[in-house]
C-alpha cells in the first residue's frame, strides 16, 4: 500500500486544516486507516482510526471534539479535518495502514499551530 499525504501547514490557533490520505495499491487488504503524529522530541502517538468497510472510529482523548476522520471509498482517500487547533497539536502527521500484509506508512505531512 502507498499513500500520498497533503494539507498540512502553518496555521493560526483556533485556525483549521483538513488532512488527506490517498491509497493505492494493495488496498483490498486494508482493515482500518488511522493518523499518527510526532512531535519534536516525543514519541509517535495516535490521533485516530477509521475502519475500511464499516466506518466505525476512534480518537485520542486529546482531539475528540476537535477532530473528525472519515473516509471516501471511491476515492480511496481518508481525510482528518481538524478544528481550534492548538500549538500542542504541531507535528509531523502520518497516515498509517493496518493490512492482512501488516502495517504501511505514509511520509508524513507538517502541521505547525503558531501565532
Known amino acids: 500500500v502507498q499513500f500520498v499525504e497533503s494539507g498540512g501547514g502553518l496555521v493560526q490557533p483556533g485556525g483549521s486544516l483538513r488532512l488527506s490520505c490517498a491509497a493505492s495499491?494493495?488496498?483490498?487488504?486494508?482493515?482500518?486507516i488511522a493518523w499518527f503524529r510526532q512531535a519534536p522530541g516525543k514519541e509517535r502517538e495516535f490521533v485516530a482510526a477509521i475502519s475500511w468497510s464499516g466506518g466505525s472510529t476512534n480518537y485520542a482523548d486529546s482531539v475528540k471534539g476537535r477532530f473528525a476522520i472519515s473516509r471516501d471509498n471511491a476515492k480511496n482517500t481518508v481525510y482528518l479535518q481538524m478544528v481550534n487547533l492548538k500549538p500542542e497539536d504541531t507535528a509531523v502527521y502520518y497516515c498509517?495502514?493496518?493490512?492482512?500484509?501488516?502495517?504501511?506508512w505514509g511520509q508524513g505531512t507538517q502541521v505547525t499551530v503558531s501565532s
Open positions: 495499491g494493495s488496498i483490498d487488504n486494508i482493515y482500518a
Open positions: 498509517n495502514a493496518r493490512t492482512s500484509n501488516g502495517d504501511y
